[in-house]
C-alpha cells in the first residue's frame, strides 16, 4: 500500500475519534478542518492508487460526515430544481 492510502486510513481513524467526543456545536468545526484535511488526501489517494480506492476512500468518507454531504446535495439540489 502506499503512503496516500495510509494517510487516508489515518484520516478516518482520527475522523472517527472526533466523533466520539461530545460537542457544543455539534461537531460543525471538527468537520470543517476535517473537509479540509480530508480533499486533497482523497485527491492524492486518486491520483496515486487510482479511481477504484480512491471511490473507495470517497464512500469511507462520506460514512463519517453524513450530514455535511447531505446538507451539500440538499443546497445542490436547491440550486438545480429553480
Request: proline share 5%.
Amino acid at each position: 500500500m502506499s503512503y496516500s492510502f495510509y494517510a487516508a486510513l489515518a484520516w478516518l481513524i482520527v475522523a472517527n475519534v472526533i466523533g466520539m467526543f461530545p460537542s457544543k456545536h455539534k461537531h460543525w468545526p471538527q468537520a470543517y478542518a476535517l473537509i479540509a484535511i480530508g480533499l486533497p488526501i482523497l485527491v492524492w489517494v486518486f491520483f496515486e492508487n487510482g479511481a477504484v480506492f480512491g471511490l473507495a476512500v470517497l464512500f469511507a468518507a462520506m460514512s463519517v460526515l453524513r450530514w455535511p454531504v447531505r446538507f451539500l446535495l440538499r443546497w445542490l439540489k436547491t440550486r438545480t430544481v429553480s
